[in-house]
């Protein structure tokens, strides 16, 4: 294990509760703080089930993570949860404005301790190019980019280590992809010896835009596909 990995994933696996079908065979997985991965594959191939274990959304069926080089155990998963983000494609937002969103974090009990941030929010939205009155729209009028816009920034306030990003443009307009790359970009500059992330992305061209490692899933097994040019 190196000494920087800030996630790692030794022989995870998860299975089908209802077949016992392994649906992520036992794969080892590392990332370094600093890192940006890229994970492409068919679709089905269990890119989702991947990052969602990761994320230790789902339970894994066998293996274990280790965060900062110390196991997960059950008493540190909430402190894991908080630092280690999974965004999904489809962002499911609450009804009410943009800032309801922003704050709604802050209702649930593992952000207690935090505040929401006006300021803060609004360099993240105007990192995407929007005004500050992007906060006052209503969710259910926001296009498809900006309910992603909304759900990554309603994220990247908490301030997370690793972000794993699953498909977040695959059903964007171009210009909206590249805003959330920004966005993206923007949080990972911040502090890029300490953050990460793994993209899920079937655009080669942004593949190459985002990360400098990429990995191939093939039918729930994880394999290099050699380096990204930076
Ligand atoms: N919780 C689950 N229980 C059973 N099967 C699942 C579960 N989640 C995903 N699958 C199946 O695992 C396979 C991989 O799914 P997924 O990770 O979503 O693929 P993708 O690579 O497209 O993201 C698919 O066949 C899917 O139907
Ligand atoms: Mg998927």
Redesign the pocket.
Known sequence: MTASALIEARAIVRR???TAAQ?LRPTDFSLAAGERVVVT??????????LRALALL?PLDGGQLFWHGRGVERSTIPRYRRSVAYVRQRPSLVDGTVEDNLRYPYTLGVYRHAHFDRDRALSLIRATGRGDDFLDKRASDLSGGEAQVTALVRVLQLEPEALLL?EPTASLDPDSARAIEKLVCAWYETDRTARACIW?SHDPEQAERVAQRRLV?RA?ALAASGEVDA
């Open positions: 089908d509760a209802r649906l594959g068919p679709s089905g191939s269990g890119k989702s089930v991947f789902d699953d899920v899933m729930g």
